[in-house]
């Protein structure tokens, strides 16, 4: 069977990060490619997801493309169409800055589920961030080496040549508000 580190690229910076429950479910059912979030990690990056909640710990391995940066419209726009989510939803998560950015998730692994608990034996340290934090620090090298070697049950690569595409397009389009 094949192993985390088997997906792992030492040369990207590794992440763990938070998520819902229902939004884990949908990455791991292939539905959601897209994480919104209103400021994060600039750059291409690996990350491990830790599912939030009483049921929380770490399932899932993402490999994410740099963050895509730009206005409320534009990035609901790239929500709807890439994602099929609803424009007013997405837009008034970043009106109120008017900014955000929108996290393209290219590739996903996913883990039998580590507790808290164990992340905790590990690491007795940790501390689950909101945002994120580097796993690849060294005080936390520790936990990412265990991760590392967990089973990799499954794994997908999304196909996103056609959604840069047509990113590109729609960064190219007149900004009307509330169109959709």
């Not at 910076?13 to 939004?23: A, C, D, F, G």
């Not at 609901?76 to 008034?92: L, M, P, S, T, V």
Request: aromatic share 12%.
């Amino acid at each position: 069977m094949k192993k985390i580190s088997d997906f792992y690229d030492p040369q990207l910076p590794t992440l763990l990060m938070s998520i819902h429950p229902e939004y884990v479910n949908q990455i791991l059912q292939g539905t959601k490619i897209i994480e919104y979030r209103k400021r994060f990690f600039k750059e291409k990056f690996q990350a491990f997801v830790y599912t939030t909640g009483a049921q929380g710990g770490i399932q899932l391995f993402l490999t994410c493309a740099p963050a895509i940066r730009d206005d409320a419209q534009v990035l609901a726009k790239i929500g709807q169409r890439i994602q099929h989510d609803d424009f007013n939803e997405i837009y008034d998560y970043f009106l109120p800055k008017n900014t955000g950015c929108i996290l393209p998730i290219l590739a996903t692994t996913s883990i039998k589920k580590v507790a808290l608990s164990k992340i905790r034996q590990i690491l007795p340290s940790i501390a689950i961030p909101q945002s994120y934090l580097f796993l690849d620090a060294s005080d936390k090298l520790i936990l990412l080496n265990f991760l590392l070697k967990q089973d990799a049950i499954k794994h997908k690569t999304n196909q996103w040549e056609h959604h840069f595409a047509n990113i590109a397009n729609i960064k190219k389009e007149p900004t009307d508000i509330r169109l959709f």
